[in-house]
């Protein structure tokens, strides 16, 4: 973890864990590689990927900071490129996703603030496999008790965490497959100071080969755990839980409808809307 003798001037570190990544990755990386090398570092925690990959990543040079070797999943990734990395904060991205072409210049300032906060976070958006836009979430501040009872709005792809963060709640939880970002903010919920950036930050891809597109009833169950834990015993929260698992087994049901390019066209392009918003 972050140790003193590891300061330095880098003000981000993006944390990209990989496995078999073709053929988004380099894409990922294109949408990073441009920001300062002096202020931003891009660590790069591959699986011992076989299908090309590596090869893609090479061609990067020394603007990646890669490590390749077999790991235990994408947590542990998360993990092993966290722990390597310098800077003063922290933002992961997974490789078939993207930053927005704005977030440098928009995140920048906020990060360099003598204030900044522990984290900010950001509108996304939703992409179809080939990049076009399905729609925005566009946000709002955060209501704690509305993020465990309504469900997660905020993504990590459009997040930033100061790396002080980590040092004080530690890093993701290994005995989680897919909902190990969830629970890391639910976690820290409450504990730090975050603020809402009401810009696009980052993209959000859905496509067949995904997680979040392949094993949408693991996703479902896993988050039903963490929800319940963080539950307690207080019964108001325990029920509202349930409530949003079957309301969560509704959207997954229906989700090759919600990200199909028919319902774009019918829901439009806005998935949530700001307070204070018509």
């Given at each position: 973890?972050?140790?003193e ?6 003000l ?6 990989c496995f ?10 294109n ?6 090398s ?5 660590i ?7 299908d ?6 090479q ?7 890669l490590?390749s070797?077999?790991d235990?999943g994408q947590t542990?990734?998360?993990?092993r490129?966290?722990?390597r ?7 992961w991205?997974?490789?078939d996703?993207?930053?927005a072409p704005?977030a440098w210049?928009i995140?920048?300032p906020l990060?360099?603030c003598?204030d900044?906060?522990?984290a900010?976070?950001?509108?996304y ?6 990049g076009?836009?399905?729609r925005r979430?566009?946000l709002?501040?955060i ?7 309504k469900g997660?709005?905020v ?11 980590f040092?004080?709640?530690?890093l993701?939880d290994?005995?989680l ?6 629970e ?9 100071n975050t603020?809402?950036?009401?810009y ?10 995904s997680k979040t597109?392949?094993q949408?009833?693991a996703?479902w ?5 963490v929800?319940?834990k963080?539950a307690?015993g207080?019964?108001?929260?325990q029920?509202a ?9 509704i959207?997954h ?6 990200y ?19």
């Open positions: 973890m972050h140790t003798d590891k300061a330095n001037d880098i981000l570190s993006v944390v990209i864990p078999n990544a073709m053929p988004y990755i380099e894409e990922a990386l949408t990073i590689i441009e920001w300062p002096d202020l931003v570092e891009v790069v925690q591959d699986g011992a990927s076989t090309g990959t590596l090869q893609l990543l061609r990067f040079g020394d603007r990646i900071n490590e070797q077999r235990h542990d990734a998360l993990n490129g966290i722990s990395s310098t800077g003063r904060f922290v933002g991205l997974n490789a996703d993207l930053y704005e210049p995140i920048r990060l360099e003598d900044a906060a522990d900010y976070f950001g509108d958006a939703l992409i179809f496999s080939n076009d836009i399905m979430m566009v709002s501040d209501d704690w008790r509305a993020f465990m009872t997660r709005p993504w990590s792809g459009a997040t930033f965490f100061h790396r002080r963060v040092d004080e709640f530690g993701f290994e005995t497959d897919y909902c190990m970002d969830g890391f903010f639910l976690r820290v919920a409450g504990h730090i603020r809402y950036v009401p696009e930050l980052g993209r959000f891809r859905i496509h067949g080969r597109g392949s949408r009833w996703f169950r896993e988050a039903h755990q929800r319940w963080y307690g207080d019964f108001q929260l029920l839980t349930l409530k949003l698992d079957l309301t969560n087994l959207y049901a229906t989700q090759d409808l919600r199909s390019r028919l319902w774009s066209k019918i829901r439009g392009t806005r998935e949530y809307r700001s307070a204070g918003e018509p």
